[in-house]
């Protein structure tokens, strides 16, 4: 996923647009949570048939975020939703 981020191959579906605005981030925040995080957990979705991957990382203020991303049929990763963690987040 770091290689495809870095290569700009990352779009964002509707939902996640709108969390980021909810949380006064951009799409940068997401990309290097991507780039600077780390997949915790994977999880199948049987609704759409495919895995998502749960990564933990770092906006660009050195927040902490979730990513929520897929791969597409390009190998290009879909971020589904972001969130700020809190403290719950963690086991």
Not at 5 to 29: C, I, M, Q, T, Y
Not at 39 to 50: A, C, T
Not at 64 to 88: K, Y
Request: glycine residues 4%; negative net charge.
């Amino acid at each position: 996923m770091r290689k495809a981020a870095r290569a700009g191959r990352v779009r964002f579906v509707p939902h996640a647009l709108d969390e980021l605005s909810k949380d006064n981030l951009s799409p940068k925040d997401a990309i290097n949570c991507i780039l600077t995080g780390e997949i915790i957990k994977d999880q199948y979705d049987e609704l759409y048939g495919e895995v998502k991957y749960v990564i933990y990382g770092d906006t660009l203020a050195d927040d902490e975020v979730a990513v929520v991303a897929r791969w597409d049929e390009s190998r290009n990763v879909v971020v589904i939703t972001i969130f700020r963690l809190r403290i719950t987040d963690y086991e």
